[in-house]
């Protein structure tokens, strides 16, 4: 006979209500209300009686900050490769192409140049959906372009990060991409042009240890998750007890880390006014001549260097 023997617990199975098809109602996590799916996609994710902000995707998210039609795509052509060969319950490369057909997205960032309130600025926004926002070597690439391209084209930097940090499936070659993306922003700085970071829920690790927390201002959606290790780890190193809500949006402010929180209703508007107040690398241009220019600057950068871990080609001549 065992000492010691496995309780026996009842399973309970939950249907779902009849004829109320899946996906048509969504649960806030903080209330319990339930919101009607298009009425919460049409509110930007947001609900509308708590005003919690769920994760939005990339492209929602640029249409809801730049102005209508103006937004040109950069760097689509880039794509993850496997320098690794990592091997698990699935391979990279199996990954890669599960999350391209769930998102419609090459990787977790979407980068170009479009206007907002008429100023042309130079975008990156992040995408949670694949592999959890992560960031690779395209990203770290991609990131890195666009900041480039906001010194040659001297308008304004804005990232939205949504991240739980550095990509695991490219190893070293990932955690290369938080000194490339900060030498970035180091010559971004150097020549007078504003950077915006926004923070979203979550953004972590090594994305939030580089770019994300080297803005010149820093905003944040409400109640985001923001920080490097986990509370877990954090707890088990130190040994102490951590305070409530201590890697969330409104913590950070009231120390200092980040500057402003905005709601996502008013981030567009409180980004526009802010980049009139720095208005010193405040260039406007018509929709016309921004693509134009944004075409060309994509067209150089494909030349200039491929990501970080892309295999080359051998060519035969000695490398300078």
């Given at each position: 006979?065992?000492?010691?023997?496995?309780?026996?617990?009842?399973?309970?199975?939950?249907?779902?209500?009849?004829?109320?098809?899946?996906?048509?109602?969504?649960?806030?996590?903080?209330?319990?209300?339930?919101?009607?799916?298009?009425?919460?996609?049409?509110?930007?994710?947001?609900?509308?009686?708590?005003?919690?902000?769920?994760?939005?995707?990339?492209?929602?998210?640029?249409?809801?900050?730049?102005?209508?039609?103006?937004?040109?795509?950069?760097?689509?052509?880039?794509?993850?490769?496997?320098?690794?060969?990592?091997?698990?319950?699935?391979?990279?490369?199996?990954?890669?192409?599960?999350?391209?057909?769930?998102?419609?997205?090459?990787?977790?960032?979407?980068?170009?140049?479009?206007?907002?309130?008429?100023?042309?600025?130079?975008?990156?926004?992040?995408?949670?959906?694949?592999?959890?926002?992560?960031?690779?070597?395209?990203?770290?690439?991609?990131?890195?372009?666009?900041?480039?391209?906001?010194?040659?084209?001297?308008?304004?930097?804005?990232?939205?990060?949504?991240?739980?940090?550095?990509?695991?499936?490219?190893?070293?070659?990932?955690?290369?991409?938080?000194?490339?993306?900060?030498?970035?922003?180091?010559?971004?700085?150097?020549?007078?042009?504003?950077?915006?970071?926004?923070?979203?829920?979550?953004?972590?690790?090594?994305?939030?240890?580089?770019?994300?927390?080297?803005?010149?201002?820093?905003?944040?959606?409400?109640?985001?998750?923001?920080?490097?290790?986990?509370?877990?780890?954090?707890?088990?190193?130190?040994?102490?007890?951590?305070?409530?809500?201590?890697?969330?949006?409104?913590?950070?402010?009231?120390?200092?880390?980040?500057?402003?929180?905005?709601t996502r209703h008013e981030m567009r508007d409180r980004l526009i006014s802010l980049i009139s107040l720095l208005g010193h690398a405040n260039l406007k241009k018509n929709p016309s001549?921004?693509?134009?220019?944004?075409?060309?600057?994509?067209?150089?950068?494909?030349?200039?260097?491929?990501?970080?871990?892309?295999?080359?080609?051998?060519t035969g001549k000695k490398q300078a």
């Amino acid at each position: 006979m065992a000492f010691f023997s496995k309780p026996k617990y009842s399973k309970v199975s939950v249907k779902a209500r009849e004829g109320v098809p899946k996906g048509v109602w969504t649960k806030c996590p903080e209330t319990g209300d339930m919101v009607f799916a298009k009425e919460l996609k049409k509110n930007l994710m947001v609900v509308p009686s708590s005003g919690y902000h769920f994760p939005l995707s990339a492209p929602d998210r640029i249409e809801s900050l730049l102005d209508k039609n103006t937004f040109v795509e950069q760097d689509s052509d880039l794509r993850s490769v496997d320098p690794l060969k990592f091997k698990g319950v699935a391979s990279y490369e199996d990954k890669l192409e599960q999350n391209r057909k769930k998102t419609k997205l090459e990787d977790a960032v979407i980068s170009g140049v479009g206007e907002m309130g008429g100023n042309s600025v130079s975008l990156a926004v992040m995408d949670f959906r694949f592999l959890g926002g992560s960031m690779g070597s395209v990203v770290g690439e991609k990131i890195t372009r666009s900041i480039e391209r906001g010194l040659e084209m001297k308008i304004p930097v804005i990232i939205v990060s949504a991240s739980g940090g550095a990509r695991m499936y490219e190893g070293i070659l990932s955690l290369m991409q938080m000194a490339k993306t900060s030498a970035a922003l180091a010559r971004l700085a150097e020549a007078g042009i504003p950077y915006f970071s926004v923070l979203t829920n979550p953004t972590m690790a090594g994305v939030m240890a580089s770019y994300a927390s080297l803005g010149d201002v820093i905003l944040a959606e409400p109640k985001a998750l923001i920080g490097f290790a986990g509370r877990r780890v954090i707890k088990e190193t130190t040994r102490a007890d951590l305070p409530e809500g201590f890697q969330t949006s409104e913590f950070l402010l009231d120390r200092g880390l980040i500057d402003q929180i905005v709601t996502r209703h008013e981030m567009r508007d409180r980004l526009i006014s802010l980049i009139s107040l720095l208005g010193h690398a405040n260039l406007k241009k018509n929709p016309s001549k921004t693509k134009a220019v944004s075409k060309r600057a994509n067209a150089n950068s494909r030349t200039k260097r491929k990501p970080s871990g892309t295999p080359r080609k051998s060519t035969g001549k000695k490398q300078a």
